[in-house]
């Protein structure tokens, strides 16, 4: 059974970091590209950026700069560093492979 646990959000001023956490079981994780993804209230799920299993990564356009996703194949764990944080980057933030999904953490930015 593939399980995906997301840690690491909270309340952040504007410009502000965070790293949030994707811990990964029931899979083969050194081989899976992982992505993250988030969620702002009233909007879709947009992708955030990917990591592939050997390291290369993809960034969105609005993220690009400020975040970075890196993995540690012995932990079985994807990170999302978040620098410079904005008002608009509030949202629940997914990691996902394949067809599995984590259950979100949220990330709040105060303006």
């Known amino acids: 059974q593939v399980q995906l646990v997301e840690s690491g959000g909270g309340l952040v001023q504007a410009g502000g970091s965070l790293r949030l956490s994707c811990a990964a079981s029931?899979?083969?994780?050194?081989?899976?590209?992982m992505g993250w993804y988030r969620q702002a209230p009233g909007k879709q799920r947009e992708l955030v950026g990917t990591?592939?299993?050997?390291?290369?990564?993809n960034y969105a356009d609005s993220v690009k700069g400020r975040f970075t996703i890196s993995r540690d194949n012995a932990k079985n764990t994807v990170y999302l560093q978040m620098n410079s944080l904005k008002f608009e980057d509030t949202a629940v933030y997914y990691c996902?492979?394949?067809?599995?999904w984590g259950q979100g953490t949220q990330v709040t930015v105060s303006s």
């Open positions: 996902k492979t394949s067809i599995y």
């Open positions: 029931g899979l083969i994780f050194r081989i899976n590209v």
């Open positions: 990591i592939t299993s050997s390291g290369s990564t």
